[in-house]
């Protein structure tokens, strides 16, 4: 690297964003709508243990949205709640004008864990989904939009191989293509990429990117890598640490939504929002637990936008 | 350069066979002092009394006898003169019949448990108090009941052959892990076909191990079954020849009893091989 950047550039702050107002979503953009959901579980001595109340948060269609935050805030009870995996213990998640119950073909979910069934093929996997949504199809409709979806993710020519003879890549590849395949509105995933090592990690983050941007594909992710956030999402969801959490905060990606990843790190604004999430994680996610600022409405979380009013980091040349 | 380990392996086994014949030859052969004695005597008392030979026979003896038996096995003179194969044949069928009937009641039950805890736990105090239960104290329930004996020894090997498969399913089944479930819930798949594309493949190599179980112990009860109910089988055949004295029989049907429930045993493992799936 011939030019280093000032690292010691913080971001605006935490303070709302002057644009936030226009950030709000009127209903009608809504996509999907967390209203108010919160997940208790019973605590020995007939107490209850929140992880969240009172949780909020609208996205809208084709956005793809990641939510960060430290272990045991719930991001994974949320994106469970979602999927309809868990019921929550108070509020509704309404999807497209619809509250909902339970599971729907129309919310897929890209485990952690790829979860494939090990006693079937890479086609036999995603056959299973394909047929799960066409109970009707023929065994050749079938086939042919399962081997699609496996060609989407490059994975064409191993289609009859056994999951335990995949690289870690290559399983949580056919979990994409097995989530695609039944073709949802909503995709879900969980850390999918955080077994992976970094250079299949990159890879795969590309392909997702590649294929979300392809479908318009409304995507909610859950991930501990900030940067991982920052080459793939619209919007950045910012949780305090649980018991208890909160959304601290809604962080607007400043980043175009064409990015490269080789020249992100130069893109106006980055280090902002990079510096924004890592305080965020550091410290701000506890000392938010402890105290929100005043004014803060579960209902309508700040939205900010680092670095918006800052002037461009300018390059400065590297001493030689 | 050393040969291959099976080839070993299979020169210590045939050496050991070697040393095991040759012992028992040893053994049994007439070394012991001969009394003298009226002829006419010594022919009534045969030949243990009068040359000291001993009335174990020797290896030879059982496989001229083995060999009699299997190039005639099918041969039947009467309800005491059967041959080795027809009495193998009703034994081999008995434990088809009643573990067939295990399967069909232990699996389906075994689902029920392995998918309800509340069933789980409901039937578990019968479960515990009824499997430590020897089959053949069944027996005189089974033939008050039935009325048959041979159709209670059937009874005797489902009720043996119950056990290790229901438990064995409750534990495949309820040791699904909860990822695949989750894949089939939102995948909408409905219950019944959750159970036959999920659980069923997930659970199978556990379910084989407890129709292994079963198999084996199935063979072991029917020998006693039958040696109490009498009339034909394998079983029957070596307390008849007990009965006859002759030693010869009873060996062979030992080793014939250890191949066939090899052969059961090795059925199992290769269809347990077919359902094992690689994670």
């Known amino acids: 690297m011939s030019q280093l950047l000032p690292f010691a550039r913080r971001s605006a702050s935490a303070a709302p964003d002057p644009a936030a107002g226009t950030s709000r979503m009127s209903s009608s953009e809504k996509f999907i709508s967390i209203e108010g959901i919160a997940r208790r579980y019973p605590a020995p001595g007939g107490k209850q243990n929140t992880v969240f109340e009172n949780l909020w948060l609208p996205m809208r269609r084709g956005e793809f949205v990641c939510m960060i935050g430290h272990s045991g805030c719930g991001k994974t009870t949320v994106l469970n709640i979602l999927a309809g995996l868990e019921a929550p213990s108070e509020g509704v998640v309404i999807v497209d004008g619809q509250a909902i119950e339970g599971t729907s073909l129309d919310r897929a979910v890209i485990f952690q864990g790829h979860a494939l069934l090990p006693w079937r093929t890479v086609l036999g996997n995603v056959a299973y989904a394909v047929s799960s949504r066409w109970r009707k199809a023929s065994r050749a409709e079938v086939e042919e939009r399962a081997r699609k979806a496996i060609a989407t993710v490059g994975l064409a020519g191993s289609e009859h191989k056994r999951p335990s003879e995949l690289s870690g890549g290559m399983k949580q590849r056919v979990g994409i293509a097995r ?28 392909e997702v990117r590649r294929i979300c941007i392809e479908t318009g594909q409304t995507v909610f992710m859950i991930t501990h890598d900030v940067d991982e956030s920052i080459y793939l999402a619209d919007r950045i969801v910012l949780m305090t640490n649980g018991p208890e959490a909160k959304v601290a905060e809604i962080v607007e990606n400043p980043l175009p939504k064409s990015r490269d990843r080789a020249e992100l790190h130069h893109a106006p604004g980055y280090y902002a929002l990079r510096n924004h999430l890592m305080d965020f994680l550091v410290s701000r996610s506890k000392t938010l637990r402890d105290a929100m600022p005043a004014g803060y409405d579960q209902r309508h979380p700040p939205v900010v936008r680092p670095g918006s009013d800052e002037p461009e980091p300018i390059p400065i040349p590297a001493a030689s | 350069m050393k040969a291959s380990l099976p080839l070993r392996a299979g020169i210590v086994s045939l050496a ?5 014949l040759l012992l ?27 040359t000291g030979k001993s009335a174990m026979p020797g290896p030879l003896d059982v496989a001229a006898t083995a060999w009699k038996h299997l190039k005639d096995p099918f041969y039947d003179r009467g309800p005491n003169d059967k041959g080795l194969g027809i009495q193998l044949a009703y034994s081999i069928g008995r434990v088809a019949l009643g573990y067939g009937l295990a399967v069909l009641v232990a699996i389906p039950i ?17 479960i515990q108090l009824l499997k430590p239960v020897s089959p053949l ?7 008050y009941t039935i009325k048959d004996s041979s159709l209670s020894a059937i009874f005797v090997i489902f009720i043996c052959s119950l056990w290790p498969m229901l438990i064995n399913t409750a534990f495949g089944v309820a040791g699904t892990r909860k990822e695949w479930l989750n894949v089939a819930r939102t995948l909408e798949v409905g219950p019944i076909r959750r159970a036959f594309t999920v659980i069923l493949p997930a659970a199978a190599p556990t379910i084989l191990t407890g129709m292994r179980i079963s198999v084996g112990i199935a063979w072991l009860v029917i020998v006693a079954a039958e040696m109490l109910v009498g009339g034909t089988g394998i079983g029957y055949f070596v307390w008849n020849e007990w009965n006859n004295l002759s030693i010869t029989n009873v060996i062979v049907s030992i080793l014939v009893i250890g191949l066939v429930g090899m052969i059961l045993d090795q059925l199992l493992a290769r269809a347990q091989r077919l359902v094992t799936f690689p994670e």
Do not use: C, H, N
């Open chain 1, 179 to 206: 989530a695609l395949a039944i073709e949802p509105k909503i995709l879900l995933m969980d850390e999918p990429f955080s077994a992976l090592d970094a250079l299949t990690r990159g890879t795969l983050q590309d």
């Open chain 2, 137 to 143: 104290a069944w027996m005189p329930l089974a033939l």
């Open chain 2, 24 to 50: 028992w030859q040893l053994a049994v052969g007439g070394i012991a002092k001969t009394e003298a004695m009226d002829p006419e005597y010594a022919a009534l008392m045969g030949a243990s009394a009068t």
């Open chain 2, 110 to 126: 075994g689902f029920l448990i392995g998918m309800s805890p509340l069933m789980g736990r409901a039937l578990d105090p019968f």
């Open chain 2, 16 to 20: 050991v066979l070697a040393a095991f």
